[in-house]
């Protein structure tokens, strides 16, 4: 697939999966695996293209 994330918001991507994949940890009970919604954004940063943004034709990369 296309790049399609440029790179600030790639930057925002992984810290925002890490921060949410931080929740499995610090959390108890069922609500603690909310967090793995996580890997959303933590994939996406990491391989530079999101499905969604192909499917709205939004492009953030600048190259």
Known sequence: MKKNVGQVDRWIRIIVGIALLSLVIFLSGGI???GL???IP????LVGT???YSIFKIN???S
């Open 32 to 34: 603690r695996w909310i």
């Open 37 to 39: 919604i996580g890997l």
């Open 42 to 45: 933590l994939i996406t940063g």
């Open 50 to 52: 999101c499905p969604i």
């Open 60 to 62: 953030t990369n600048k």
